[in-house]
């Protein structure tokens, strides 16, 4: 070594016991199944919506074709907003060699990046579809009501979808955006560390 | 090699690395422990395309790095409360404290270099963990000597 300050042998006086390798697999097992579980629990969750309206569907026979487009764009809607959950999944257990951290940091910023885009237009399609749907759906049984009825249900459904639209949808996006940028100014911080 | 003797083998290692990074015992259990954990799903599919300290190391690097997102995500509390009986460590000799100390000063990909550097890698090798060129690798590990060394020469050492 160069320098007359032995900082190897410094370094080297730190020791600690190494833990029992048991504990380890405990803790790798329960990671596992946990993250397994979330991922079974969302698609159950999938599953029940499409079962629920294939049902609904099945059983009230609508025979307006507003109605089955509605259905569709429903069903549709539930499918895009997990669609995103299930991708993160793949995109974390694709790697197959460990990259080495310069490229890795570059993933992450891209999977920072993807996430951000998808919150931000997933989100809004969601909603589109989703109220689309449920309009369209509606149409069939609000056309058996007296048109004071119909007015009346379609307002409130429009208000909540107004409320949704103009008030919650922006602020989930603001805050699961404030989350990821921080955590991408981060990223993009050691990534310009690497090019110094 | 197998897990178990991967495992004795690095384990030290890892965890040095992880105290350059983190210097504080806690988060630096955790991280080796995180490590440890990909180590141990990935085995199956390492191919030998590089050394095993390599790919262990890289593993070890990566999980530092990537600990800005954890710390949201995971509560510190999850480790198990026997490993904090196997420490040994709570009065860590105050030169090596104080050698933690100026590493954590250092820039975050700095703290890496010169802990793989400390930790008896060659430069090809840390190279190959960071992503740098060799020649690059050279000048950051001496600026970085520079800079402990006139830290422990202006604490007295």
Redesign the interface.
Same mark, same amino acid.
């Given at each position: 070594m160069? #320098?007359?300050?032995d /900082?190897?042998k410094?370094?080297? +006086?730190? +020791?600690?016991? #190494?833990?029992k390798?048991e504990? /380890?697999? #405990?803790?790798?097992n329960k990671?596992k199944s946990r993250s397994f579980l979330k991922l079974i629990v969302v698609n159950i969750a999938l599953l029940l919506t499409i079962t629920f309206i294939g049902f609904i569907w099945y059983y009230y026979q609508p025979e307006l074709v507003t109605t089955k487009i509605g259905i569709i764009l429903t069903i549709l809607a539930t499918i895009i907003f997990l669609l995103p959950f299930n991708k993160q999944f793949s995109l974390l257990t694709k790697n197959? #060699?460990?990259?080495?951290? +310069?490229?890795? /940091?570059q993933q992450?910023i891209k999977l920072k990046e993807i996430q951000v885009y998808e919150q931000n237009t997933m989100l809004s399609i969601y909603f589109i579809i989703l109220s689309l749907g449920i309009g369209l759906y509606m149409f069939e049984y609000v056309s058996k009501m007296t048109i004071t009825w119909g007015i009346i249900t379609y307002a409130i459904t429009i208000l909540w979808f107004a409320i949704n639209w103009f008030y919650l949808r922006p602020k989930a996006i603001t805050k699961q955006n404030a +989350?990821l940028n921080k /955590?991408l100014v981060?990223?993009e911080k050691?990534n310009n560390?690497?090019n110094? | 090699m197998n897990?178990?003797t991967i495992?004795?083998t690095y384990?030290?290692k890892v !965890?040095?690395l992880c105290?350059?990074y983190a210097n504080d015992?806690d988060a630096a259990?955790d991280l080796a422990?995180e490590t440890?954990?990909?180590v141990?799903?990935?085995l199956p599919? !390492?191919?030998n &395309?590089?050394s095993i300290g390599t790919?262990i190391f890289?593993?070890a690097?990566?999980t530092c790095?990537?600990q800005?997102?954890k710390d949201?995500k995971m509560p510190k509390s999850e480790l198990?409360l026997?490993?904090k009986d196997?420490?040994?460590?709570t009065n860590?000799?105050k030169?090596?404290q104080f050698?933690y100390h100026c590493i954590s000063e250092l820039?975050?990909?700095?703290r890496?270099i010169i802990s793989l550097e400390? &930790?008896?890698m060659n430069q090809k090798e840390i190279a190959?963990?960071?992503?740098?060129s060799e020649g690059n690798v050279r000048v950051k590990i001496h600026r970085i000597?520079?800079k402990?060394?006139q830290k !422990?020469?202006k604490n007295g050492?």
């Open positions: 160069e #320098t007359n300050v /900082l190897r410094i370094w080297n +006086k730190q +020791k600690i016991e #190494t833990p390798v504990i /380890l697999y #405990t803790k790798a990671l197959k #060699t460990e990259p080495n951290s +310069k490229e890795y /940091l992450l +989350k /955590l981060e990223f050691l560390q690497m110094d | 897990f178990e495992y004795k384990w030290q !965890f040095r105290m350059g015992t259990k422990q440890f954990i990909k141990w799903k990935q599919k !390492f191919r &395309e590089s790919w890289r593993i690097s990566n790095l990537r800005i997102q949201n198990p026997d490993i196997q420490i040994i460590d860590i000799e030169d090596i050698l820039q975050e990909v700095e890496i400390l &930790e008896d190959e963990i960071v992503g740098l000597k520079e402990l060394t !422990f020469k050492n």
